[in-house]
């Protein structure tokens, strides 16, 4: 999947669930700064397998997004 269709799937999930950037650091169970969470969602970092894991569980998506190829 693409930087940008992550951006965009990370965003709606977010405000959907009413959250800003800290609010999602802040219940993630792994040290990352609210900085770094919005590098992610911007599509400027790749989140390691257990920040994908924990982002995915709080914003209630599929973590594999992170790293799927848009490949036919």
């Given at each position: 999947?693409?930087?940008q269709r992550i951006s965009m799937l990370l965003k709606e999930a977010r405000?959907?669930?009413k959250l800003t950037h800290q609010n999602v650091v802040d219940r993630s169970k792994?040290?990352?700064t609210r900085q770094y969470y919005g590098a992610i969602e911007r599509?400027?970092?790749t989140p390691?397998?257990?920040v994908a894991k924990q982002i995915a569980t709080i914003l209630?998506?599929?973590w594999?997004?992170?790293f799927e190829d848009?490949?036919?």
């Open positions: 999947m693409d930087k405000k959907r669930k792994i040290p990352i599509g400027e970092r390691k397998v257990n209630e998506i599929d594999v997004i992170f848009d490949v036919n």
